[in-house]
C-alpha cells in the first residue's frame, strides 16, 4: 500500500474518531445538565430539577435510597418507606384510577408515608372540572371560559403539564370509566381549590399539643401557587398556610402517614441554591430509613432493551464464547498454523496436492462436470478435433475419428456404458490400423 494512501486512512479514521467523540460529548453534556427531563425530576440538575435534594439524600447513612421507574400497579413496598410523588400536575382527585389508589394503600398498610407535591400554578386552570367519576358537576358549567375538555393549567403549561384522562405523565392516572374510578376526595378527606392569585409566603401553623415536633420547622417559607386545600376533615393537620388557606397538610393514614403539599418549590434545586430549607425536608422524609422518589408519574419510565433482557437471564458468558469462537474462526482463515518450510520452496509451484497426481485431478473434474452419458462423445469429439489437426487426414474421407464418431452415435444405447463403448471405440481404431 503506497506511503501516501496510508497517510490519508489516517487522517480519514482521525477526523471519524473526532466527530464520534464530539457527538458523544454532547450526549453527555446534555444528560448531565437534565435538561431533558421533566420539571422537578431527580435526574434534573438544572435549577427546575430536584437533583440536588436526591443526590443530598444519598450522604445519609442508613438511608436506602432509589428511584422508581417501573409501573405503580406492580409496586411491593418494604416497611417504613417514603415514597416521593413530587411535581405532579393538578389533578381531578374525583377521578383517579383505583389501581394507584391500591397502590398508596399497600404503601401506608405497611407503615410508608407518601409525600404528594402538585407543580406551582398561577390561577385556577381554565379546563378545570370537578366530577363524580365522569358526572361532572354544575359549579363551574355557568363559566364560559369552562369546558369539559381537558387542556393545560394555563398558557404557559408545559407539555408534560397537560390533563388528559387516558394520559397523563405528570399525576396519578385519571380513570377512563366508572367502575376504574375513586373520589379522593371521599376517601382522604380535602378538596383542591384555587386563590386568584399565589401568596407570598406560607406560614407556619401552631399546633400546642405537637409543638416540640413542629417547632424547628421555619415560621415563614417563599409559596409560588395558587392551590390550596378545602374542606379539610378533621383527621388532617394543617402545617403551612398561605393568606390563611392550607397548603401543607399532614394525616395518618393506615398504619402509615400521608403528607400533600400544593408547592414543590421547596425541594427544588433553586430553593436548595437560594431558599434553602432542611428543617422542612427532613420533616416530609419523616422517620423512615427507605426513601424512594417515583420518576414514572413525569413519563420517566424504563423501556427493557437488548442489553437489559442479556443481563437480567445471564447471557453475557454465552455472547462472550461466541464472540470468542467467531475470532478464533476469523483467526484460523486468515493466519496459516503450519510453519512455510525453511528451504524456501514455494508449494504453490508443486504439482501434487495432498498426495494426489494430476491424473486423479482430472479424473475429480471430470466426475464433477461432465455426466456419465456425455463422457465418451466429449472424449471422441476432442479426439476428432486433435486429428483434424493432423495434415495426414485432411480432406481424407477415411477418417477414423468420423468412422469412430458414426458407430458411438449408432449405438448410442451401449454408449452410455462408458466401459463398453471405450472397447468399442479401441476395436474400431485397431481394425483401422491393421487395414492399414
Not at 394503600?105 to 407518601?114: E, F, H, I, K, S
Request: proline share 6%; glycine share 6%.
Amino acid at each position: 500500500m503506497p506511503k501516501a494512501n496510508i497517510i490519508r486512512a489516517v487522517i480519514f479514521m482521525m477526523i471519524i474518531l473526532g466527530f464520534v467523540l464530539g457527538v458523544i460529548q454532547l450526549f453527555l453534556l446534555r444528560f448531565e445538565a437534565g435538561d431533558v427531563y421533566p420539571a422537578y425530576s431527580t435526574l434534573r440538575s438544572d435549577p427546575l430539577g430536584s437533583r440536588a435534594f436526591y443526590r443530598g439524600l444519598e450522604n445519609l447513612r442508613n438511608t436506602a435510597l432509589q428511584r422508581n421507574y417501573r409501573q405503580m400497579d406492580i409496586l411491593e413496598f418494604e416497611e417504613s418507606t417514603t415514597f416521593f410523588y413530587i411535581g405532579t400536575s393538578v389533578f381531578d382527585p374525583e377521578s383517579v384510577a383505583a389501581k394507584w389508589v391500591e397502590t398508596i394503600d399497600r404503601l401506608t398498610a405497611r407503615g410508608g408515608r407518601l409525600v404528594l407535591s402538585f407543580v406551582p400554578v398561577e390561577k385556577k386552570p381554565a379546563s378545570w372540572r370537578m366530577s363524580t367519576c365522569g358526572t361532572a358537576k354544575a359549579d363551574d358549567s355557568d363559566d364560559p371560559d369552562t369546558d369539559n375538555s381537558q387542556e393545560p393549567d394555563n398558557a404557559e403549561t408545559s407539555a408534560d403539564e397537560k390533563l388528559e384522562p387516558s394520559e397523563n405523565p405528570a399525576g396519578p392516572p385519571i380513570a377512563a370509566n366508572d367502575s376504574q374510578c375513586v373520589s379522593l376526595t371521599e376517601l382522604w378527606g380535602l378538596v383542591l381549590a384555587f386563590a386568584e392569585k399565589p401568596a407570598a409566603e406560607a406560614v407556619r401553623k401552631s399546633h400546642k399539643p405537637l409543638q416540640a415536633e413542629l417547632k424547628k420547622l421555619p415560621q415563614t417559607i417563599a409559596w409560588h401557587t395558587a392551590l390550596y386545600f378545602d374542606e379539610l376533615d378533621s383527621s388532617w393537620r394543617v402545617i403551612y398556610a398561605a393568606a390563611g388557606r392550607p397548603v401543607i397538610v399532614e394525616r395518618p393514614y393506615g398504619k402509615g402517614s400521608l403528607v400533600l403539599s400544593a408547592d414543590s418549590f421547596y425541594m427544588s434545586n433553586e430553593a436548595l441554591r437560594s431558599a434553602r430549607l432542611p428543617q422542612l425536608l427532613a420533616w416530609t422524609i419523616g422517620p423512615n430509613s427507605r426513601i424512594v422518589f417515583d420518576e414514572t408519574h413525569l413519563g420517566i419510565r424504563r423501556q427493557p432493551g437488548v442489553l437489559s433482557l442479556i443481563t437480567k437471564y445471564r447471557f453475557q458468558w454465552f455472547i462472550l464464547a461466541i464472540a470468542v469462537l467467531a475470532i478464533l474462526f476469523v483467526w484460523k482463515n486468515s493466519v496459516y498454523f503450519v510453519p512455510p518450510p525453511r528451504n524456501g520452496y514455494d508449494r504453490s509451484e508443486r504439482d501434487v496436492y495432498a498426495n494426489r497426481d494430476s491424473t486423479q485431478g482430472l479424473i475429480s473434474l471430470l466426475r464433477r462436470n461432465i455426466p456419465k452419458r456425455q463422457i465418451l462423445q466429449i472424449c471422441a469429439r476432442e479426439w476428432r478435433r486433435a486429428f483434424q489437426r493432423n495434415q495426414r487426414f485432411a480432406g481424407s474421407n477415411d477418417d477414423p475419428t468420423k468412422t469412430v464418431f458414426e458407430k458411438i452415435n449408432a449405438y448410442d444405447a451401449q454408449a452410455s456404458d462408458p466401459v463398453s463403448g471405450y472397447r468399442r471405440m479401441c476395436n474400431i481404431i485397431s481394425k483401422g490400423k491393421h487395414n492399414e
